[in-house]
């Protein structure tokens, strides 16, 4: 690599001089310029051409280029000289005006001269390109004190950190204990912060804050050479003469000790920084740093990562080329009021500042009224506060305060609430009454461009994290009145964060307005967004869209770190939403711009093409979307001419006049939020395992303010144990169900313990279901009782026949679908005797075989990932219907068809065996050979290729069982150490014998299935 970037280099040189004739510095320097950058970008670091420095002796010099870690900290520098001039005599001139001396390099097109810590180590002709990659990798090599005792920092921070955070803790407690003056003015802040920030927050959240203060307070003098920060800030104020009230001297010297490495480190690397503009980068790597460490749940709650410039430049530019295109007015002008929600370290306003640059008037204008930010975390808030104030003298030579950062919860910050209570003032005095008013300031603005990233993260993983986003009631109801009422998926869940933010800003715009927002990508083509991409049709005129791509989940060839903007597993999308009062009157939908950037381009190559094109220049599509509001990858078919196979309208009718879909009702499988307490192999560790988790819940009652942290929690028996719910145990609580393809388990079947039974109350207990799960394919398996919601993925069953009102059978298929299908094939059933009936049961059966027709399954398979199934009148209504019925027999009678012939070899583990220990469980399939292995002493050979050819999702059936049966270490801790009695070796003759009918099945399944692709429709 090394030496193809010098190759490329000696034929950039040759290049330039040949067609440019001139051997002039500045226009041969650039091949080496690139070189450098290219060679640079490889170890992650950043090249600035023109780099300005102070040097020992106080006066400004600027070098050819600087090479940049993330952290700002310089690596080493470049400086280009011409031909004609000698080179030592230029490198001994530039040392007495003060260069620096510690890793710098002189090139001129000839010769390459590398100097470090004040002396010279190298020098070497251009064409000598061993001797050059030589010198360029001591150049790169370098390691700066600095850099190497601030990773050094890091990781002792990261060591040290807990415990001056508890010594923190201590402290703060006692004070809450015993300090009367403390604990008014802890009282006092509360107030304000639950007034501004959010109603639910409590003591423990103001300590997190004060302690965030503490350790911070340090950083920021340090970085910004701004002491006072802390005395200017009206939160920071607040915050200090809490700090104040216990926290001074010797006291706090001693307990921030441990962390003074830390500091100093920063201090070090700090004063290496002289630009303006590097110190906010810097603070900003300090801040996902720090925030990374102090506190990893909420940095991913709150989105801490900062966005890069060059898709903040690309969207204020975009921003303000469509103001002027849609309103003729500019960012700039008067009366624009820009607000970012999620402000973060301030990035969109500094850029904002940047771009009014050099209409000083205007600019002063803005800053002054007219730039509204938001942020809900005391450290970005900080950060926020000192990045705008610097940037903005930076820019004007002036001091001012930035009067409308807020410190605020925007997604609280809904009707004016701040305005209309008015007691604030009351409780603060004049402290934080500033922030009061500053949001009352915001809120009483007419906003004409929403600007930002608000954070992604949708759900936490465990309920046991305690890292979920919080409820907005307010938000919350505006999306279920709007995107979710709008939706015809039947499950969505919208209210991740960026949702709420996209509701929150485009009801907080103004009649005529812009929104520009960095988000998550999903809402381009999920399903349960088709409600989401609805209203935002109705509610603004035009779209924009760039697709920035980089969905990992989606696409495994990808990488976060490498194809993502921001180095994380979500896709990412830039859109600009124009709001036109007058289309909005005339109800006519928005014009959607769609353009997506190559599947594979590194995050690198989109920061590239941002920053050199701008929206104005792009090329986009527009879409046309279709009847269920898709976006993209739109289907050309018949689809929707067919009959629904069930809709949320048909489930939602009242009357069977309105159900016009095959199916009246659709149900979720279980979702039991705790699959390890409540499924089991067998009955008897089954019970025990609820028994006692019944009895832990019960003891817990008592005590309902504490979760005792061996019940596997969820939101809904957190809910449970505060309403006071309880539930005897009973061994009648025990449902054989779906659990797998092929894997029948038993349930607990819990009211309690099962956090969402779906099915488990209208499905008969022993009546077959079609279960159906789409998303990135489409897979269908019938169920002979009820099941899990992870049966086939998300899962959605269609049973033949519900229990209505408790306990009354009624059949599931509408009169309206016998209607539909006696009317179509009328001519076929034929009259009289001969006639052959059409009834439900042959409808469920006919719906059971095209659901597995491959070539339906070819045709329509967009339709099928995000909608349900239609179905089509094929010919010969009951060869259809026989398919159905024969498939429906093996799949739910899978434990009693033959077994397919399979020929079993064991050969003793002799090593295992003398230690005593069972055969090694394997559970691993060679499709190529036809056998499966199942521990280190049983094989199975001779399956047919077919065993694998039926598939469900991405694993064939036989994959299914065997990844069922694998002897897994349990994830919760309690299972762990109590219940994980399973060994594969008491299930192995059980499973070899499954495995043999599981064959029969796949093999059978496919024998139909071929003979469906052959038939006429
Ligand atoms: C992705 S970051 C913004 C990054 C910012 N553009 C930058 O470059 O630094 C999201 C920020 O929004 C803040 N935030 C999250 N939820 C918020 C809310 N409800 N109200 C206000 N700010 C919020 C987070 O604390 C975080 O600093």
Redesign the pocket.
Known sequence: MSQLLINDYLKQLDIIKRVSGSQRETIVREAFKDLLKAWGRQQGLVFLAEYPLKTAFKTDISVDGALLHELRMPLGWWEAKDAGDDLDAEAAKKFKKGYPQDNIIFSDDATVLLWQNRQEVLRCRVEDTAALERLLRLFFGFERPEIAGFRAAVQQFKADLPAVLQALRQLIEQQAQGNAAFRSAAAAFLAHAQEAINPALTDADVREMLIQHILTEEIFAKVFDDSDFHQHNNVARALYALEAVFFTGALKKQTLKGLEPYYAAIRAAAAQISSHGEKQTFL?VI?ENFYKVYNTKAADR??????PNEI?RFMIDGADWLCEKHFGKSLIDKDVDIL?????????ICELLEHFRGQPKKLAHKYAHELHA????IL?YYV?NLNIEATYAAITGDYAEFPSLCF?????NVGLHTAARGTTADIFGSVSDENVARIKRQNARRISVVI?????NANQQSENDNNKNREYPHIDQRIKQTYIAESRAQKTKLYD?YARFFRWASDRLHDNGILAFVTNRSFLDARTFDGFRKTVAQEFSDIYVVDLGGDVRANPKLSGTRHNVFGIQAGVAISFMVKRAQATKDKRPARVFYVRRPEMETADEKLAFLASQPLRALQFDEVQPDKAHHWLNLTNNDFDSLIPLASKEAKAAKTAAKERAIFKLFTLGASTNRDEWVYGEEQKPLLDKAAWLLGRYEDNLRQPAVFDPAVKWSESLKRRLKAGRAEPFTPAALRKTGYRPFVDRWLYASSLLVDRPGDMAVIPLHEPSICLSHGKDFRTLASGCPFDLHYLGDTVGLPLHRLAQGQEYVDNITDWALRQFGTHYADEIGKGKAARRIDKEAIFHYCYAVLHDPLYREKYAQNLKREFPRIPFYAHFWRWADWGRALMQLHIGYESVAPHAVARTDVPDAKARAAGLDPKPLLQSDPAAGSIALDSETTLRGLPPAAWAYRLGNRSAIDWVLDQHKEKKPKDATIRERFDHYRFVDHKERVIDLLARVTTVSVQTLAITEAMCAAAR
Do not use: C, I, R, S
Not at 302 to 307: C, D, F, I, Q, R
Not at 340 to 348: E, F, R, S
Not at 452 to 456: L, R
């Open positions: 900003k801040y709150l989105g801490v990562v900062y966005t903040v970012d929600p999620a402000t973060g370290t301030g990035t969109y938001n942020e809900v975390a970005p926020a605020v919860d925007t997604l609280d930002g990233n608000p954070p992604y964060m």
